[in-house]
């Protein structure tokens, strides 16, 4: 067999080249032309990205250029193209940044860590409105770690800032009065004892309770209550100086902080300056409400109260302001500690009084000064405290009406005082002219079903109505008066008779002794006093006396101790007389062996009288 074997040999030499020129072209190609073109493919769907891309990207030069933005981060900046914004803005910093220096604190991270995350800042778009943004971002360098720019992407956060914003807001304020609420009070506070350490000087909290808020709210209802927090918040602006904070931490009490005080009296200026201001009537509706406020002062000269004593020692202060008069302020001092926890320890124990039968009922006879006869008698509520003895009202009603007590309690004494007083009358059948006089407090006046409940009261105990006189005081009178009106209206057709109490006190105004249907008039203690050695006392009572007289009014004068006062009160032409130099209150047994009682004194006295 003839095998051309140079033949073979040159043709396998020509394939195994031709195979291997192949493989080394494709060798070739995909060495040389494949990088160029995935490239410039890669490049160009990157290039689509960051130009489509929702979020703003960039790359900027340590000193603060762009060297290229997306058209997203110029559509975030409020600039028509990418190129817009690349020409507007030369320096990041200045004209970008709310405040500049936040883009150094960007920088320094950078340069430090070599990225920024989630970094927040406020920046101006071109229109010149202000976005928050949100920025992440790294630094490039080269392989000998020299810097060679930034890149990063931005976001727009301003929705979540505002919503953070809001509920940051929101907790830290009173949604009403939009004063800032306990919280912030609180922190600015530590601030300010902080602050006041250090500059030595002075600074006072202010707490500010309404008076008879709860009277506005319970008969005018909400929204009449809510008018009035508002108007009072806009008022303590005005009282106060411009950096002063005010805090609605109640329903009805605001604290106020002053600060970088010299002295003291600057804080009891503007004590006073609230007082003032809050003096003329509220437009509520179609009516006007009065309104006043205690306050509390604590005050600290050098910053060494802490802040938490500072708040309750102004609240304690407010306590004793409160148990002076209406409309007035107290300085704290340590003692009124011990009566803030004294006023807990009644709160606590007065919620059990009733129920445990530690209320009692003393009496005072109201004697006739022609006669010197007995015509009824006040019940006067006491509290028969199991470890401090005999509790005068004084020191308890007023917590009974802040509380709400006042109205069980009320309720209780009214029908005790009924049915002692037709006890007696049936033990008396001679004198069935005798009343008995009960009070009634305001609390007990807001009381829808009052009318209804006194006519219970009656129909159980059976004493005919015009044996009873309710005593009230001109504070009843300040909210709704209508509807009070109304109910007195309704009492006294009843056949119920009707007193102002403490009349010449407080509010009294000689106005309401005519719109009102009273029956009798009770002159104040105070007003008695003064009756003896003050001559302008002496004309005002004159002038009531005139008054009362025309209306047919009772007069009583109240708190009579001497003679001189029930003779100067007799001849002004006081018929009544209610005090110690007749008789203490007693408690009913003691008091129906009274020679008032029996009726034995009416000629002693007389004697007396006559010497
Ligand atoms: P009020 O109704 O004006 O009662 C007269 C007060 O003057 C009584 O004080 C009485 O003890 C006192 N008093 C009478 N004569 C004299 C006197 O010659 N000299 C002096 N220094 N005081 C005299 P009390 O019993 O302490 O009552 C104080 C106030 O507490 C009462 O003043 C009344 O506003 C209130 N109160 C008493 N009981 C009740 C009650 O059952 N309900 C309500 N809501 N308030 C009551
Ligand atoms: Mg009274
Ligand atoms: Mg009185």
Not at 193 to 203: A, E, H, I, Q, W
Not at 397 to 424: F, H, K, N, S
Request: include cysteine; hydrophobic fraction near 40%; proline fraction near 4%.
């Amino acid at each position: 067999m003839a095998f051309n074997l140079p033949l073979i040999a040159l043709i396998g030499a020509t394939l195994f080249f031709y195979f291997r020129e192949a493989r080394l072209r494709r060798q070739l190609q995909f060495a040389l032309k494949s990088p160029y073109a995935e490239k410039r493919q890669s490049d160009e769907r990157f290039h689509s990205i960051v130009e489509n891309a929702v979020e703003g990207i960039f790359q900027s030069t340590p000193d603060g250029r762009y060297l290229h933005v997306n058209p997203a981060l110029a559509r975030l900046y409020g600039y028509e193209t990418a190129q817009d914004l690349k020409s507007n803005l030369h320096n990041i910093a200045k004209d970008l940044y709310v405040a500049p220096n936040r883009r150094s604190e960007f920088q320094t991270l950078l340069q430090e860590q070599d990225f920024v995350r989630d970094f927040e800042s406020q920046v101006y778009q071109k229109s010149g409105s202000i976005i928050w943004i949100m920025e992440n971002a790294r630094a490039v360098r080269d392989s000998q770690g020299e810097l060679l720019y930034y890149e990063g992407s931005v976001i727009d956060i301003t929705q979540r800032k505002n919503a953070e914003e809001r509920l940051v807001y929101q907790a830290l304020h009173d949604s009403l009065t939009a004063l800032p609420n306990r919280l912030l009070f609180e922190d600015r506070l530590h601030q300010a004892v902080l602050r006041s350490k250090r500059d030595t000087l002075g600074l006072a909290v202010l707490f500010v309770d309404l008076d008879d808020f709860k009277l506005v709210n319970d008969s005018m209802g909400h929204e009449a209550g809510d008018t009035l927090l508002r108007v009072i918040a806009e008022r303590l602006r005005n009282a106060v100086r411009e950096e002063d904070t005010i805090a609605r931490i109640g329903g009805d009490e605001f604290i106020v902080l002053l600060e970088r005080l010299k002295e003291v009296h600057e804080a009891t200026e503007i004590a006073e300056r609230i007082v003032t201001e809050l003096q003329p009537p509220i437009p509520i509706g179609e009516r006007e409400v009065f309104t006043s406020a205690s306050i509390g002062i604590a005050y600290s000269a050098d910053g060494l109260h802490r802040a938490e004593s500072l708040l309750r020692d102004s609240d304690a202060a407010m306590y004793q302001a409160k148990t002076r008069q209406k409309a007035s302020y107290a300085l704290f001092n340590p003692e009124m500690n011990t009566k803030l926890v004294e006023r807990l320890e009644i709160e606590t124990g007065l919620r059990f009084a009733l129920e445990r039968g530690e209320l009692r009922l003393h009496y005072q006879p109201l004697i006739e000064l022609e006669n010197n006869v007995m015509s009824g008698v006040e019940a006067l509520l006491r509290w028969e405290h199991p470890a401090q003895g005999l509790i005068p009202p004084g020191k308890f009603i007023q917590i009974a009406e802040d509380t709400g007590l006042i109205v069980p309690i009320g309720y209780w004494v009214l029908e005790e005082a009924c049915r002692q007083m037709q006890e007696w009358r049936a033990e008396r059948p001679d004198n069935p002219l005798m009343t008995i006089n009960v009070n009634l407090s305001g609390k007990q006046l807001q009381c829808e079903d009052i009318v209804a409940q006194v006519a219970e009261i009656l129909d159980k105990t059976q004493l005919p109505p015009t044996a009873l006189k309710l005593e009230i005081t001109e504070s009843v009178m300040m909210t709704d008066f209508d509807t009070t009106l109304a109910k007195l209206n309704a009492l006294k057709a009843m056949g119920v008779k009707l007193a102002m109490d403490d009349f010449g006190t407080g509010y009294s105004s000689i106005a309401s002794l005519s719109t009102l249907p009273l029956d009798t008039v009770k002159i104040d203690r105070a007003f008695v006093n003064r009756l003896t050695d003050h001559k302008e006392t002496h004309s005002a009572l004159e002038a009531i006396m005139t008054l009362s007289k025309a209306l047919k009014l009772n007069v009583t004068g109240e708190g009579i101790e001497t003679n001189q006062q029930r003779r100067s009160l007799q001849d002004l032409g006081c018929h009544v007389g209610q005090g110690y130099l007749f008789a203490k209150p007693l408690p009913a047994a003691a008091l129906s062996e009274h020679p008032y009682f029996t009726g034995v004194v009416m000629e002693r006295s007389d004697e007396r009288r006559a010497a």
